[in-house]
Nanobody, 121 residues
Framework: QVQLVESGGGSVQPGGSLRLSCVASGSSFNMFSMGWYRQAPGKQRESVAITARDGSTNYADSVKGRFTISRDGAENTVYLQMNSLKSEDTAVYYC???????????????WGKGTLVTVSS
C-alpha cells in the first residue's frame, strides 16, 4: 500500500530555515502530483506547494519566494525547503500525493501523518 512519511520538522527561530522530506513507498510515483499542505491550530488545511510530473509548481501566495518544492530523480521523494520562516508558518505540514490513474473518481489521494513546524523566538 502507498505510504508517505514526512521528516524534518522542528522548532526554529524567525528567519531560520528547515527542509522537510517526504519519502513515498508502495507504488511508482513518476506520474503523481506531489506536494505539501499545512494546518495551523484553529485553521483549515491549506495547500502550500504542489508539483506535477512536468515540473510545474504552484505555491501559496504566503510562501512564494521563501519556500521551494522539489522532487528527487526517482520521483518518490519530495522536499520542501523553507527559508525566511515566519511565526505564521507554524503548522503541521502534511505530505500529499495524487495518483491520476483513476479518472472516474478524480484520481486517488494519499496523505502522510504530518510533521510539526514551530517558528518562534
Amino acid at each position: 500500500q502507498v505510504q508517505l512519511v514526512e521528516s524534518g520538522g522542528g522548532s526554529v527561530q524567525p528567519g531560520g530555515s528547515l527542509r522537510l522530506s517526504c519519502v513515498a513507498s508502495g507504488s511508482s510515483f513518476n506520474m503523481f502530483s506531489m506536494g505539501w499542505y499545512r494546518q495551523a491550530p484553529g485553521k483549515q488545511r491549506e495547500s502550500v506547494a504542489i508539483t506535477a510530473r512536468d515540473g510545474s509548481t504552484n505555491y501559496a501566495d504566503s510562501v512564494k519566494g521563501r519556500f521551494t518544492i522539489s522532487r528527487d530523480g526517482a520521483e518518490n521523494t519530495v522536499y520542501l525547503q523553507m527559508n525566511s520562516l515566519k511565526s505564521e508558518d507554524t503548522a503541521v505540514y502534511y505530505c500529499y500525493a495524487k495518483d491520476p490513474r483513476a479518472p472516474l473518481i478524480g484520481g486517488m489521494d494519499y496523505w502522510g501523518k504530518g510533521t510539526l513546524v514551530t517558528v518562534s523566538s
